[in-house]
């Protein structure tokens, strides 16, 4: 029997309940997971309130998109609706700006790629070269000790 962890738990379960809501089957194919396990954990999360259940990265964008052209009391009113806090759609609008202005930064310019390439590329024939040679001390080893076997160190030639 497959042990699965509470967050992957989470994860899946979050994709199958609003604002995602994808289809059991489709889930199920995607993570491996059996339908009925996935329908007994979906009931699971059911029986929980709204505000201990998990939401995907999508959905959390989704959420920050579809509020954001509303005024206080319509998000306040849409984020009772949907079991949140309000300011735990700031953080997530916080943190979807965060991860968007920093890709241009983190990127690797082309020269920098092109090295990381060729220092890739010398490491490998290092280990290569490496490995042969330890093959190659392997092969002495064992043959040594054969040699010994037969003909024992200290004995008559």
């Known amino acids: ?5 509470d967050e992957f738990r989470e994860r899946a379960v979050a994709r199958l309940l609003p604002p995602e809501s994808a289809e ?17 954990w979906l009931a699971d999360a059911l029986s929980r309130p ?4 998990v939401w995907t990265a999508a959905a ?9 052209a509303m005024d206080e009391a319509q998000r306040n009113a ?7 806090f309000p300011s735990d759609l700031e953080q997530w609008r916080e943190s979807a700006t965060a991860a968007l202005a920093r890709p241009e930064e983190a990127r690797a310019t082309p020269q920098e790629t092109k090295q990381d390439r060729r220092r890739i590329k ?4 290092d280990l290569r070269r490496k490995e ?6 392997t092969a002495l080893l064992v043959l040594s ?3 010994e076997a037969i003909f024992p160190p200290g004995g008559d030639e």
């Open 122 to 125: 010398e490491l490998e024939k």
């Open 50 to 53: 709204a505000r201990e259940r």
């Open 1 to 5: 029997m497959a042990r699965y962890g």
């Open 24 to 40: 059991i089957s489709r889930v199920s194919q995607e993570i491996g997971v059996s339908v009925s396990t996935l329908e007994r």
């Open 60 to 68: 959390r964008l989704e959420a920050v998109i579809a509020t954001a």
């Open 145 to 147: 000790k054969k040699l």
């Open 78 to 84: 849409w984020c009772r609706e949907k079991g949140i």
């Open 132 to 137: 042969k040679a330890l093959a190659e001390t």
